[in-house]
């Protein structure tokens, strides 16, 4: 009686084992397409920052015309707040701020044709 529990026990231990050495593939895999997954739902956050971005400073050059780039600016950077997108106003790599010019840039040039 006491073979058969001991047999037991070691055929529970190494299924046990088994099914962890077999869980280890699986949890790299998983964990490296997490990865890929935030790539991809990072640049999909990224143009839809950058589409909102211009939906703004397109309603900014419609509400306040030509001229008066400060209030255009300050219209668009309170938008995006509101939105949830936030600026870093304190260094020179700010990228909303750049997101804003290049913006702005796209606009004159289709203004242009």
Excluded: C, H
């Amino acid at each position: 009686m006491e073979s058969i529990a001991f047999w037991a026990q070691v055929i529970t231990a190494a299924g046990v084992l088994l099914s962890a050495v077999m869980l280890i593939p699986i949890i790299f895999s998983l964990k490296k397409a997490n990865r890929y997954a935030a790539v991809f739902s990072s640049s999909d956050r990224f143009f839809t920052i950058l589409q909102i971005v211009r939906t703004y400073v397109y309603a900014a050059e419609q509400l306040y015309g030509n001229g008066k780039g400060q209030e255009k600016f300050e219209y668009v950077k309170k938008a995006l707040i509101d939105e949830g997108i936030i600026s870093n106003d304190s260094g020179e790599n700010d990228r909303v701020r750049a997101l804003i010019e290049a913006a702005v840039r796209e606009l004159k040039y289709l203004e242009r044709d």
